[in-house]
């Protein structure tokens, strides 16, 4: 029963990691955060009897994985930003 349940999480870490090919920076890390916070939830579960934390985790991993590319996004942002600006300011040969 115990390996059952290990084969699982390897079979949709592995699926996961194949199907990332054609997806966006935002896509990836919103499912990259899902599936360690699924990872960690099992875990829990696994321990606490309770797979509830394993959808808990996969949740709050998402909108990690999802907030953390916004903020990504923001600060490309901003150097791209930056660099445009340094190049209008700076000095014509």
């Given at each position: 029963?115990?390996?059952?349940?290990?084969?699982?999480?390897?079979?949709?870490?592995?699926?996961?990691?194949?199907?990332?090919?054609?997806?966006?920076?935002?896509?990836?890390?919103?499912?990259?955060?899902?599936?360690?916070?699924?990872?960690?939830?099992?875990?829990?579960?696994?321990?606490?009897?309770?797979?509830?934390?394993?959808?808990?985790?996969?949740?709050?991993g998402a909108a990690g994985g999802y907030l953390y590319?916004?903020?990504?996004?923001?600060?490309?942002?901003?150097?791209?930003?930056?660099?445009?600006?340094?190049?209008?300011?700076?000095?014509?040969?």
């Open positions: 029963m115990n390996r059952r349940l290990a084969i699982v999480p390897a079979v949709a870490c592995a699926l996961a990691l194949t199907g990332c090919a054609g997806m966006s920076t935002t896509e990836q890390r919103t499912l990259s955060g899902a599936a360690i916070g699924t990872g960690v939830g099992a875990a829990v579960g696994a321990v606490t009897g309770d797979w509830g934390w394993a959808a808990g985790g996969a949740a709050i590319d916004q903020q990504k996004q923001k600060e490309q942002r901003a150097y791209e930003q930056g660099v445009q600006v340094g190049k209008s300011q700076a000095p014509k040969k």
